[in-house]
T-cell receptor, first 113, second 112 residues
Framework: AQSVTQPDIHITVSEGASLELRCNYS??????LFWYVQSPGQGLQLLLK??????LVQGIKGFEAEFKRSQSSFNLRKPSVHWSDAAEYFC???????????FGAGTRLFVKA | GAGVSQSPSNKVTEKGKDVELRCDPI?????LYWYRQSLGQGLEFLIY????????KSGLPSDRFSAERTGGSVSTLTIQRTQQEDSAVYLC??????????FGEGSRLTVL
């Protein structure tokens, strides 16, 4: 069965601290992996994506993620969190040509001063 | 506009009424999705259209929910005999062969 697990419902980090959001997936085909961010009252925006090649991908706003096939993981990281990063983060897995994209339950990030 | 457009942005209805939610995808996008996001919840997959293939309806929660996509473009999500538990934000997204989804702003449905 296809699934995406984000084990942390919410995380609180101090501004300037590093961040890692976890994502594990189960998918019946070669996965395309995504992280989306949803800021309060805003729509969903793509942060980064992995299709193939280098397993460490860079995204917008200073985010990066690493694909680890052996662990079926695609964790999101940022070296130094800013207060504006407070938002809900969704991991997603999909493909093209008939394979639907499914999302994890999301991790809400709180940033404290 | 160039993005995914959804209407109405807000809909308040009475229990038992039917509602229709509309999605205009980005021109040329072959895939179209509907998701539901309840308060504080993740994105629940509802239905997926890919080109001329039969849609993947595996996420529709009951037979009160249906969707169609006309001419490979505009899509309408219909909820019949609405219930209070149907209250949520309904998100539409479209994509090309890259698999990246482009989301609309959503239609917020409130069932009284």
């Amino acid at each position: 069965a296809q699934s995406v697990t984000q084990p942390d419902i919410h995380i609180t980090v101090s501004e300037g601290a590093s961040l890692e959001l976890r994502c594990n997936y189960s998918y019946g085909a070669t996965p395309y992996l995504f992280w989306y961010v949803q800021s309060p009252g805003q729509g969903l925006q793509l942060l980064l994506k992995y299709f193939s090649g280098d397993t460490l991908v860079q995204g917008i706003k200073g985010f990066e993620a690493e694909f680890k096939r052996s662990q079926s993981s695609f964790n999101l990281r940022k070296p130094s969190v800013h207060w504006s990063d407070a938002a809900e983060y969704f991991c997603a897995v999909g493909n093209t040509g008939g394979f639907k994209t499914i999302f994890g339950a999301g991790t809400r990030l709180f940033v404290k001063a | 506009g160039a993005g995914v457009s959804q209407s109405p942005s807000n809909k308040v209805t009475e229990k038992g009424k039917d509602v229709e939610l509309r999605c205009d995808p980005i021109s040329g996008h072959t895939a179209l999705y509907w998701y539901r996001q309840s308060l504080g919840q993740g994105l629940e997959f509802l239905i997926y259209f890919q080109g001329n293939s039969a849609p993947d309806k595996s996420g529709l929660p009951s037979d009160r929910f249906s969707a169609e996509r006309t001419g490979g473009s505009v899509s309408t999500l219909t909820i019949q005999r609405t219930q209070q538990e149907d209250s949520a934000v309904y998100l539409c997204a479209s994509s090309t062969d890259t698999g990246e989804l482009f989301f609309g702003e959503g239609s917020r449905l409130t069932v009284l």
